[in-house]
């Protein structure tokens, strides 16, 4: 089995692939592409592989994906023989997982530009993307508020799905594009929760949490 | 003189070589100041502000300007003529803080295991050894020297972790060079800069710089890598309290592995390098 | 009132960091592994990192810039860059008084906390920001206890008589839930919410949407009322 993502560093979306990879115990092959400044995923090469010049993309047994949600989709559906990070045998809970998907384009759409135009330069419409990422982490937390009162910790349920790990990098790099996570307790829960599980990934703005490190500590 | 008229007499980058592109103008920020850079190379790039051009000069992949008609020299960087290094411009960032904070970060080695963790450092390796700091007379320089670290993964070259040595230079009060163990030729350093162009007293676009022996690494990759580290670093210089840097001793506490930190403090203080100080002059 | 409301207890589990302000002070709340509450300067003596983003171990706190070691009294234990030191007992945040009671974590940063007196009964629900002035925020809570029958009988009570904390009684005219004003920052109010612990779990749901539209409202008329710019 052979999987290849056309990779950036400092992007949430291409993160989003490495981190579940990375939960699931997934190898896989990076190429890295020089987005910024270079511009290469707009490059001729590239375009072949995806006309529409975005990252990530990923090539898996010579299948190209080029949407994130559906490369998480097959991630999860190829290595997790649970089903809990993809979860087709409840229908109820898989349509809530495929809502929170559609719910984090909304989070790249908003975040995700600002982060960009804080960071990068990139011309946006400032105020309309801070009020949809405004409306966005308030849908959130309201969302979290609900299932906390309902007694689960993730999205859709008590184990997190690939809903949470879509939804949670450009929630936890909001701070990046000027907006802190104060005003939301629940959202700051949650990714406490996201970072603490087993084979957590970091990214440039999500630092590692750096708790166990007592152990080490302790015996010096 | 002020601050910022101190700061007005060096050369600053304010945009890349590569991406001059014939008939865009880019708009920037330098010091407070509006500026526009225009043409499509080496030969036909001017800067101007306010209708007027400004000095210019390219320079280590980027372009230079001042607003002094007698402006410090820029700065040598020797090796930026050295045959079978790769030299690599690695685009801007921009990071809401003093720009002294920024090239004060640079300097740093203390954060490498809590910032950098699994790359330029982890615990428990985060002991800093004795280092030397002098004043290089000759160029009026911050210079720290003897530098050691652990590192896990030293550089995009390195295979498994090292200890690394280092060595600083701050040839201008917005400017650091690093010299660092280069693992695929132990006789050579690598060199590392980091360019700020100040936007404000509280906001700079830092423009990392590299000059490296390293045949195999794709470009992506080593941009990659040192933009991770430098991005690694944003969160924490977007989050020091006051935005401004306090060059006088009292605000804040330094160790002895804060020696090149210091020096720094003082070389400022002592040049009136005030502007995005949190003293004022 | 010096003492303020900062946050639920239970948003602040064991190993916890967060930020809060009172007026021009910026703080850094944690909670030990063992369950240990402090509030602190949010800015470490080194290099002035904000304390809010460090991390917790065992019973430290330890900033996330150079990793200095906290203990709950604040003090510097551990300095990573010199393992072998002993650091001077003058590294230390500015400390300020917190406490925990009735499900709020308390903080005076003039003097010692001392808790509101509160309802029994009361249990957490959810801490809100809405971006308006304190005098809106409680108009529009007070409106729209009046118009949901379901959840209220419309009764507000001024439980301090100076508007920081509301109590609203539910339908059968008992304990309903309480509200409890943080001191107000520039443009914007934040609201701990404490429900009545008979509540069903549907009913602590309508509770928290109810909350949601009282802020719609209480921001549509801010904006209207042009006393500050509309709300990005
Ligand atoms: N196909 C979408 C697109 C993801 C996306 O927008 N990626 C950004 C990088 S994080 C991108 O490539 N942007 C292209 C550009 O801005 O030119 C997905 O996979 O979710
Ligand atoms: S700034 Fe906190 S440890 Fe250095």
Known sequence: MSITLYNYVLSGNCYKVRLLANLLNIKYETVAIDFHPGKEHQSEPLLKLNPAGTLPILVANGQVFTETQAMLVWLAQQHDPSCSWWPINNANQLAAVVQWLGFSSRLSATIGELRLHSMLNNTINIDSAQHGAKICLRELESHLTEQRIIGQQWLTGDQPTIADVACFPYTALSPDAGIEHDEYPLIRGWLHALRSLDNFLTMPGIHELHELGSTIRDKT | MTGLEHAQKYWYPVAMLGELNDGQTKNTQLLGTEISVCGSNEESVTVSSAGQLLAVQCQYDHVWTTFSDDPYPLFAIPEAEEPGRRFVPCGVVRVSCSPLRAVENFLDIAHFPFVHTGVLGAEPHTEVYKYDVQIDEKHDEVFATNIRFFQPQASKSAEGSIETEYIYRVPAPMAAILYKTCPPKPEAMDVITLFVQPIDEETCDVWPWMALYDDTSTMADLIQFQQLIFVQDRSILENQLPRKLPIDPGHEIPTKADLTSIAYRRWLKKRGAYYGALEKI | ?232
């Open chain 3, 1 to 232: 009132m010096t003492t303020e409301p900062i946050g639920l207890a239970q948003d602040l589990a064991p190993k916890g960091v967060m930020r809060a302000q009172i007026g021009h002070a910026d703080m850094a709340i944690w909670r030990s592994t063992s369950g240990v509450i402090s509030a602190w300067e949010n800015r470490c003596p080194h290099r002035g990192m904000r304390l809010s983003h460090g991390f917790v171990r065992g019973e430290s706190l330890a900033c996330a810039y150079h990793g200095w070691h906290y203990d709950c009294d604040a003090k510097c234990h551990y300095i990573p860059a010199h393992p072998e030191l002993e650091p001077p007992s003058t590294i230390r945040p500015a400390i300020y008084s917190v406490v925990e009671k009735a499900g709020i974590i308390w903080v005076n940063t003039a003097g010692t906390a001392t808790p509101a007196e509160l309802p029994d009964r009361l249990l957490g629900l959810r801490t809100i920001t809405m971006q308006c002035d304190l005098s809106t925020a409680a108009h529009a809570i007070a409106s729209a206890a009046q118009t949901n029958a379901a959840l209220f009988n419309g009764s507000v009570n001024d439980i301090n008589s100076d508007q920081t904390i509301l109590s609203l009684a539910n339908p059968n005219g008992t304990d309903g839930i309480c509200i409890l004003f943080q001191q107000p920052l520039a443009q914007s109010t934040v609201i701990h919410v404490l429900a009545h612990d008979s509540y069903s779990q549907n009913e602590l749901i309508a509770i928290s949407r109810w909350c949601e539209s009282v802020r719609r409202e209480a921001e549509r008329i801010m904006q209207s009322s042009n006393k500050v710019e509309p709300a990005k």
